[in-house]
């Protein structure tokens, strides 16, 4: 006779960001003798346009407003869970430091209080407690992101990729750009963070560039190339980061390497002093990507 197929388990996470809102639906087994869990990727999701820095402004966010926002997330997440496993699937919510950029502390917990009690009423049935409403830094969003990542190409120890090595993270965003490593045994850096999953840990060194995501850094290389510039019509500027003969609503292409690096350079504040080498964007101490603890590559 076969054996009985493992009932699938499931958990739901709302990550706020500066781009918006989204919902994460991952089911999951867990077999007997499994170091890890087997979860379902890519797992179902759900997008919304709004975030929670457009409901800063208020002293006390309204009811409307949050909901207007969580409402669809929470019904995606009742519709995409088995009713009968309601009951046993944790909801959490995440809100990145990036999507609250420039709010006050206590208007921050504020709206993570409202939050809180939205989910509680539109989510009825899942479960839901108060901290698992938090708000996570760019060290733990790291870890995470580290941790996605070697978790999806099984280089985790115990799974089948082990050796393989582990791979160093970059991920980019429209705000921010930020790269995670491993740190080997006998490396020691000041902020470094230790990750625990299942029986094992390890020490990651993560290092976050603000204002130097695509958006921003794009619209930062337009400023700097129209000051270069001076007052000059769009019509005649030259881009020399767009091939010779291009055209766009901003500029008319000059296709020249060497300026292009230069303005590249002063975008990434490559004249700031490197105090502690290896240095990364703006002088910021990162260790090379390549040198990890089992450095198995890089992914971006």
Same mark, same amino acid.
């Not at 430091?97 to 989910?119: K, M, T």
């Not at 491993?182 to 390890?202: I, K, N, Y």
């Not at 010779?244 to 292009?260: D, E, Q, V």
């Given at each position: 006779?076969?054996e009985?197929?493992?009932? $699938? &388990?499931?958990v739901?996470?709302?990550?706020?960001?500066? +781009?918006g809102?989204v919902?994460h639906?991952?089911?999951?087994?867990?077999?007997a003798?499994?170091?890890y869990?087997?979860?379902?990727?890519?797992?179902? /999701?759900?997008?919304s346009?709004?975030?929670?820095?457009a409901? &800063?402004?208020?002293?006390?966010?309204?009811e409307?407003? !949050?909901?207007?926002?969580?409402?669809?997330?929470?019904?995606?997440?009742?519709?995409?869970?088995?009713?009968?496993?309601?009951?046993?699937?944790?909801?959490?919510?995440v809100?990145?430091?990036a999507?609250?950029?420039?709010?006050?502390?206590?208007?921050?917990?504020?709206?993570?209080?409202?939050c809180?009690?939205r989910? /509680?009423?539109k989510?009825?049935?899942l479960l *839901?407690q108060?901290?698992w409403v938090?708000?996570i830094?760019?060290r733990?969003?790291g870890?995470? *992101?580290w941790l996605?990542? +070697?978790?999806a190409?099984?280089?985790?120890?115990?799974?089948?990729h082990?050796?393989?090595?582990t791979v160093? %993270?970059v &991920?980019?965003?429209?705000?921010?750009?930020?790269?995670? !490593?491993?740190?080997?045994?006998d490396?020691?850096e000041?902020?470094? *963070?230790r990750?625990?999953?299942g029986s094992?840990?390890?020490?990651l060194?993560?290092?976050n560039?603000?204002? !130097?995501?695509?958006?921003?850094?794009?619209?930062?290389? /337009?400023?700097?190339?129209?000051?270069?510039?001076?007052?000059?019509?769009?019509?005649w500027?030259?881009d020399?980061c767009l091939? $010779?003969?291009?055209s +766009?609503?901003f500029a008319?292409?000059?296709g +020249?390497?060497?300026?292009?690096?230069?303005?590249?350079?002063t975008?990434?504040?490559?004249?700031?002093? %490197?105090?502690?080498?290896? %240095?990364?964007?703006?002088?910021?101490h990162?260790?090379?990507?390549?040198?990890?603890a089992?450095?198995g590559?890089?992914?971006?």
């Amino acid at each position: 006779a076969t054996e009985p197929e493992t009932e $699938a &388990s499931y958990v739901v996470l709302i990550e706020a960001g500066s +781009n918006g809102t989204v919902a994460h639906v991952y089911s999951y087994t867990r077999e007997a003798g499994q170091m890890y869990p087997q979860v379902s990727v890519p797992g179902k /999701r759900l997008h919304s346009g709004a975030n929670l820095s457009a409901l &800063s402004a208020a002293v006390q966010p309204s009811e409307a407003d !949050v909901g207007a926002m969580l409402d669809p997330l929470a019904a995606f997440a009742l519709s995409e869970v088995p009713t009968e496993q309601h009951g046993a699937t944790p909801l959490l919510m995440v809100a990145t430091a990036a999507s609250l950029r420039g709010v006050r502390r206590d208007a921050s917990a504020r709206l993570l209080d409202a939050c809180y009690e939205r989910l /509680r009423q539109k989510a009825g049935g899942l479960l *839901l407690q108060r901290d698992w409403v938090e708000i996570i830094g760019p060290r733990v969003q790291g870890g995470l *992101l580290w941790l996605a990542v +070697n978790y999806a190409q099984g280089r985790l120890r115990g799974m089948r990729h082990q050796n393989k090595g582990t791979v160093s %993270c970059v &991920s980019m965003g429209l705000q921010t750009v930020q790269a995670v !490593v491993s740190l080997s045994p006998d490396e020691e850096e000041e902020g470094e *963070l230790r990750v625990r999953f299942g029986s094992a840990s390890v020490s990651l060194y993560s290092v976050n560039h603000d204002l !130097v995501g695509i958006d921003a850094a794009r619209s930062k290389y /337009r400023r700097q190339m129209a000051s270069s510039q001076g007052t000059a019509a769009a019509r005649w500027r030259r881009d020399p980061c767009l091939r $010779a003969g291009a055209s +766009n609503i901003f500029a008319r292409g000059l296709g +020249n390497y060497f300026k292009c690096e230069e303005l590249a350079a002063t975008l990434l504040r490559k004249d700031v002093p %490197c105090e502690v080498p290896p %240095c990364s964007i703006g002088g910021a101490h990162l260790p090379d990507l390549l040198s990890g603890a089992d450095s198995g590559g890089v992914v971006v």
